[in-house]
T-cell receptor, first 113, second 110 residues
Framework: DSGVTQTPKHLITATGQRVTLRCSPRSGDLSVYWYQQSLDQGLQFLIQ???????AKGNILERFSAQQFPDLHSELNLSSLELGDSALYFCASSLLGGGDTQYFGPGTRLTVL | GIQVEQSPPDLILQEGANSTLRCNFS?????LQWFHQNPWGQLINLFY???GTKQNGRLSATTVATERYSLLYISSSQTTDSGVYFCAVVRTSGTYKYIFGTGTRLKVLA
């Protein structure tokens, strides 16, 4: 158990809908990362937060947004969902957010029908 | 953009054998990481290794940044080493880039 929790484990929704994925980092970790893993695109880095502030942005679509709250948990919001958004979404956390070990949650599997 | 290529794409080993996985990248980077995804999907960050060599138990990694490649060595492989190994490169100068390779799928047979 990495200490990183993600909810929900599975999510099935329809095209055009909006969903929110939640991540609770390991106790004491200040940085949260979001990744998407799909059969088409492989593993992709989406975005990183450090202590509530956005630190790095990757291949995150404009339809997606994220934030890190004062208690350090993070949410990834996906809107106007398309079939191609079906994927496994991972969250990871690390203590400092730069060159230190990331600990991954179990992922949320999103299926868009 | 930066291209990241991993080889071989697939590898089957007998338990106890050693292996070397390679990650080539097409441009200068500030950092490189190795990850393992086990057959149940759990991801583990193995190494941050922008240059030089690091070791952790039976695993070690070497990055030669000037020649744009990194190697992951697995010695005395065990069935628990099975899964997919990914490398990822990070470039922080200019537009931020964090790019994953397509992985090497390893199966270790008992």
């Amino acid at each position: 158990d990495s200490g990183v929790t993600q909810t929900p484990k599975h999510l099935i929704t329809a095209t055009g809908q909006r969903v929110t994925l939640r991540c609770s980092p390991r106790s004491g970790d200040l940085s949260v990362y979001w990744y998407q893993q799909s059969l088409d695109q492989g593993l992709q880095f989406l975005i990183q937060y450090y202590n509530g502030e956005e630190r790095a942005k990757g291949n995150i679509l404009e339809r997606f947004s994220a934030q890190q709250f004062p208690d350090l948990h993070s949410e990834l919001n996906l809107s106007s969902l398309e079939l191609g958004d079906s994927a496994l979404y991972f969250c990871a956390s690390s203590l400092l957010g730069g060159g230190d070990t990331q600990y991954f949650g179990p992922g949320t599997r999103l299926t868009v029908l | 953009g930066i291209q990241v290529e991993q080889s071989p794409p697939d590898l089957i080993l007998q338990e106890g054998a050693n292996s070397t996985l390679r990650c080539n990248f097409s441009d200068s980077v500030n950092n490189l990481q190795w990850f393992h995804q086990n057959p149940w999907g759990q991801l583990i960050n193995l190494f941050y290794i922008p240059s030089g060599t690091k070791q952790n138990g039976r695993l070690s990694a070497t990055t030669v940044a000037t020649e744009r490649y990194s190697l992951l060595y697995i010695s005395s492989s065990q069935t628990t080493d099975s899964g997919v190994y990914f490398c990822a490169v990070v470039r922080t100068s200019g537009t931020y880039k964090y790019i994953f390779g397509t992985g090497t799928r390893l199966k270790v047979l008992a």
